[in-house]
């Protein structure tokens, strides 16, 4: 079985490809205040037959260097890494927006990286990245948000549950911070809003097509 080092620099020039049993292609998760302990948490309960593409926004500090690719990577047993432009999606991997861009998902599986300007303050931005996901995947997206303050997500909660697809929100009591899930709660278009802890086995419930 290839090492985690070797899938990651074939992620870069492979052309997409969706997993034949799986019920959705891509997850679409986004963070903020709290989120490196989130993820670590629910990618750490993912294993490596997860079948769906994952791919992260993270709000940073743009002014430095990122180490959130190889953080989570020592905690994953899927392959991270930090998103260039022009990535392709793959099934069983994770894929991290940069500092100071935004990150989206194209219809045939590659990844933009954008300068654009700042959405609710904020590059790279959950709405964006939601928007692409739910464009390209429709009902086959998921979107996850997790803990951070404001309210990046909700317009692309909207935008995925309006393609089909299925939302999920951090609850109040496993959150650092509860402003991005309750502004996506109070779209009223989550499907379930679970604790930290469930995400990982609700994911690969809802991902490999399993009855819940």
Do not use: Y
Request: glycine share 8%.
């Amino acid at each position: 079985m290839p090492s985690k080092t070797q899938v990651s620099k074939s992620l870069q020039t492979d052309l997409w490809w969706p997993h034949p049993r799986a019920a959705f292609d891509v997850v679409a998760i986004a963070a903020s205040a709290g989120g490196l302990r989130a993820l670590t948490t629910l990618l750490s309960g993912l294993t490596e037959d997860f079948p769906a593409s994952i791919v992260v926004v993270q709000h940073l500090d743009p002014r430095h260097r990122s180490l959130m690719a190889d953080i989570l990577s020592r905690h994953s047993a899927l392959p991270v890494k930090q998103a260039e432009d022009g990535d392709c999606v793959r099934p069983s991997a994770v894929f991290i927006a940069p500092p100071d861009r935004h990150l989206l998902v194209n219809a045939d599986g590659t990844l933009s990286l954008s300068r654009t300007e700042l959405v609710h303050f904020v590059r790279p931005s959950a709405d964006l990245l939601f928007e692409s996901v739910a464009a390209s995947f429709k009902e086959r997206a998921i979107g996850v948000v997790l803990t951070g303050t404001g309210s990046d997500g909700a317009t692309g909660v909207r935008a995925i549950k309006k393609m089909g697809g299925t939302v999920i929100a951090q609850d109040e009591g496993t959150s650092e911070f509860f402003g991005m899930p309750s502004a996506a709660i109070h779209t009223g278009d989550v499907d379930l809003v679970m604790p930290l802890g469930d995400m990982a086995s609700t994911l690969t419930t809802l991902v490999k097509g399993e009855p819940r």
